[in-house]
């Protein structure tokens, strides 16, 4: 058995690697690190073994090894030498509040940006491991976590298909700099580091991350909360986008067209799929850190990965921002079984 649709730049037997990164660094609220677990226990693997994929996986706690990322003792082991407790949040799961968590090293602020070292040090894993898994010819399928591990997968994407495309699915642009966040949080960032804008050249990122996006290569689908700085930093970069107006206007089915259009025209490039679940109407995904109303329905969300998949052209999948952590039991497990269905649909699911 293989997939519907023949992956035209991965090996065969086609093989997805799944990186389940339990991050959280990019922003300021607990939960979205228990997604990976959670889309995996959901069933995720068997699923895609389903649908004629070979599936890799292995644990998520080798991040955990990160000096600057919180974690239990007993994860940590005995050979703590700076160690810096810190509290856990109340919408923190059962386990975590039972657990005292520990901090190997202090991650002070640099400039606006919160937790540096922390974000630079778990996209950097990321990198490399989405590098090496793409260098087989697989394709990785990085669970996050928070939309800051973009700067790692993109970049470990473009490590293997230099000329990739990336088509960013989100409510919002993820294009602030560090000098034009007004949060610190770097999870807005991470597409201003890819590209190389000005002010993201600076430590400790810039020690491995270089820039490896250019303009004409990304697109945007279903921007609805924009800063006003990430507004200028598109415009002044003729950065292509499609806000919800666009999705209005013209229809899910044109906007992906058109999307492709700009960054693929000749449908010959690989496409790197990263996909925010807030991009999607609360209504349809209530779990996330940053919900937005007046977001793409649940067919809309499908049609997108059903069309990028039709193409052939997919070689990196990313699906962030899940929150396990909020809301009530039904809103998490209606939102874990939206993660799991864009996966499944981006891999090669039809309706037929």
């Known amino acids: 058995m293989s997939p519907g649709y023949e992956f035209k730049f991965l090996s065969k037997p086609a093989t997805v690697a ?56 007993h994860v940590l082991g005995a050979a703590i030498h700076e160690q810096v407790e810190v509290n856990v949040p109340v919408n923190s799961s059962p386990q975590a509040k039972k657990a005292t968590m520990i901090q190997k090293l202090p991650d002070p602020d640099i400039g606006k940006m919160k937790k540096p070292r922390l974000v630079s040090a778990v996209c950097e894993k990321v990198s490399k491991e989405v590098g090496e898994i793409a260098g087989k010819g697989w394709l990785p399928l990085t669970l996050g976590g928070d939309h800051s591990l973009a700067m790692g997968t993109v970049s470990g994407t473009k490590s293997k298909y230099p000329d990739a495309c990336l088509i960013w699915i989100d409510a919002h642009a993820d294009i602030n700099t560090p000098e034009t966040t007004d949060s610190g949080n770097l999870h807005g960032c991470p597409v201003s580091f890819l590209l190389g804008l000005t002010g993201t050249a600076v430590e400790p ?34 950065i292509k986008a499609f806000s919800m107006h666009e999705v209005d206007k013209y229809g899910i089915g044109k906007v992906v067209e058109m999307a492709l259009d700009h960054v693929n025209p000749k449908r010959d490039k690989p496409v790197h799929l990263s996909f925010d679940v807030d991009a999607l109407d609360p209504d349809v995904a209530p779990s996330t850190g940053t919900p937005v109303r007046g977001g793409l329905t649940f067919r ?53």
């Open 18 to 73: 799944i990186v389940g990164c339990p991050f959280s660094g990019g922003q300021g609220k607990a939960g979205v690190d228990l997604a990976p677990n959670a889309l995996v226990s959901a069933g995720l693997i068997d699923q895609l073994f389903n649908l004629g994929w070979e599936v890799h996986y292995e644990s998520e706690l080798h991040f955990s090894e990160i000096p600057y990322n919180p974690a239990p003792p």
């Open 205 to 238: 990122f810039s020690t491995w991350l270089k820039p490896c996006l250019k303009p004409s290569e990304l697109v945007y689908i279903g921007l609805r909360d924009i800063d006003a700085p990430e507004r200028a930093i598109l415009r002044e970069n003729g």
């Open 300 to 352: 809309e969300g499908h049609y997108i990965t059903e069309a990028i998949a039709e193409t052939g052209l997919l070689v990196s999948l990313d699906i962030m921002e899940v929150n396990p952590s909020l809301l009530d039991s039904s809103a998490v497990s209606q939102t874990i079984a939206v993660g799991c269905s864009l996966t499944r649909a981006a891999l090669g699911e039809t309706l037929l």
